[in-house]
């Protein structure tokens, strides 16, 4: 499979030949699918305001499959598999050979379709797979906007083969204690003062009370 490289920023939307790429175009998943019977298609990456995109989007269909790498200095890289005399029916069967994730080691089995990992503060994981057909349809969601204790990545196969990835993102428990340490210390305060706006004011009753009606020299005055 044959690849091209297209450069941009930021990427809003992707469009080939004026049509949707397979699934639709979403920043979370990173791998598109498009069938054409043309020898030659235009991919138009629509950019963030005010960018010039690197790269020519003519793409020439030389072979019968070509593979797209979009790379966004800002949000990652994209692919897309343009499929030329595309058939469906001889590419039903198709699972992951390989998977792995950048920096986490999962022990991957293609017979074993569900991984858990303990991330930290990644905004999204470098996921690599190799698939025993390259003409499979082939989608990643999830992958990004880890916001949750518990991400689910999950990629599909053909829409009949599906792998997921839990991600544990790992929660700083330090702060939490030294926001119970700075909640505990402000009720602290609050109690003294408390007590000390009660005393004073005890005080304060007690010395009037003292000199109306116990210190009679104060009423000789």
Excluded: W
């Amino acid at each position: 499979m044959f690849i091209c490289i297209i450069k941009v920023y930021a990427i809003e939307n992707i469009e080939i030949d004026g049509s949707y790429i397979i699934p639709k175009f979403e920043k979370n998943v990173r791998v598109y699918n498009y069938f054409t019977n043309k020898e030659i298609v235009n991919i138009k990456v629509f950019p963030s305001k005010n960018e010039i995109v690197n790269g020519s989007g003519k793409i020439e269909l030389d072979t019968n499959n070509k593979k797209v790498t979009i790379l966004s200095s800002k949000d990652g890289q994209y692919i897309i598999n343009i499929f030329k005399n595309y058939t469906k029916d001889k590419d039903t069967n198709a699972y992951l050979t390989n998977l792995s994730i950048d920096n986490y080691d999962i022990n991957f089995n293609k017979d074993i379709h569900d991984y858990s990992i303990n991330i930290n503060d990644e905004k999204q994981l470098d996921i690599n797979y190799e698939i025993s057909n390259d003409n499979a349809y082939v989608s990643i969601e999830g992958n990004g906007n880890f916001n949750k204790s518990e991400n689910i990545i999950t990629i599909n196969i053909n829409n009949l083969e599906e792998y997921k990835i839990h991600a544990f993102k790992t929660i700083n428990t330090s702060l939490i204690k030294d926001t119970k340490v700075y909640k505990e210390m402000s009720n602290t305060k609050k109690e003294i003062v408390i007590i000390l706006i009660v005393t004073i004011s005890c005080t304060l009753v007690f010395g009037f009370y003292y000199f109306m009606f116990i210190d009679k020299s104060f009423l000789k005055i």
